[in-house]
């Protein structure tokens, strides 16, 4: 029908519309016909839906980009923004701040410019980010060796305090422990029961100063890849469903997955080659 439709617009210069109807066998008021309002929604609704899932990270600005330049739609942003606050969709990005210092915490100096890491278990990076959960936000900890950029150690849990970084510390003591952990100036980094636990281990306490989130850029980039490779790609309603795929994902990366940044080796081979080396 569509390709008919077409064809009596051609003929229109060189027949009546009536007879370029009666040729093509087309009734004159499907010609005319227009699209209402609500049928026009649904179709632009899908496209959206259809770009926010192939780019998550995308607000309504960029989506509406996208209709124009590659979808050629004539469509403004305001347009855009209802039609997504009426699917409530909207783009991912870091909301929950999981980085503010308390008054009166205890403050360390960085402790790694100009330190050469040439070994596994010299420095370890720890950091939390959010995780969507349904409606709500959970918290991911993770600590990684800065060498190997092994995931030492890693705990969600589901209030932002110091408890769920003491998991994922004693997990990752399980393992081996550092002469370094570095963080940033959170509370939970800050606060006496996580510098004590630090400091009976005998480790040493490295902080970045506030507003230089490159000094953990090793955890920065893992936070991506884990966002990225996994938690866009899906969708998570229970907590148990979640742990479960970052369990396997976390696996993946130490064991599997082939970094770049280290001539394309696994952080796996990395990390127990060189504990292997340092126990001969």
Known sequence: MAIRLEAVKCLRDKLSIAQACQLLDVSRSTLYYQKKSGEDDVWLMNLIRD???????????????????????HI?????LRLMQYMQIQALYRKPRTSVKQKNA????YLLKDLAITVVNQVWMVD??????GHRFVYLIALIDVYSRFVVGWHIHQTLDTEGCLIALKNALSIA?????????GCQFTSESWCNTLAAEGIQISMTGQGRCIDNVFIERLWRTIKYEAIYLNEYHNLGELQHDMQRFIYFYNYQRYHQSLNYLRPADIYFKEVNKIAC
């Open 177 to 185: 422990c550092p002469d370094i952990i570095n963080s940033d100036q």
């Open 76 to 80: 403004n942003h305001k347009c855009v």
């Open 128 to 133: 939390i980010t959010y995780l969507r959960l």
């Open 106 to 109: 205890c403050v360390y100096p």
């Open 51 to 73: 770009i926010w899932l192939k780019y998550p990270f995308y607000g309504y600005r960029k989506i509406t980009r996208e209709l124009k330049v590659v979808y050629q739609c």
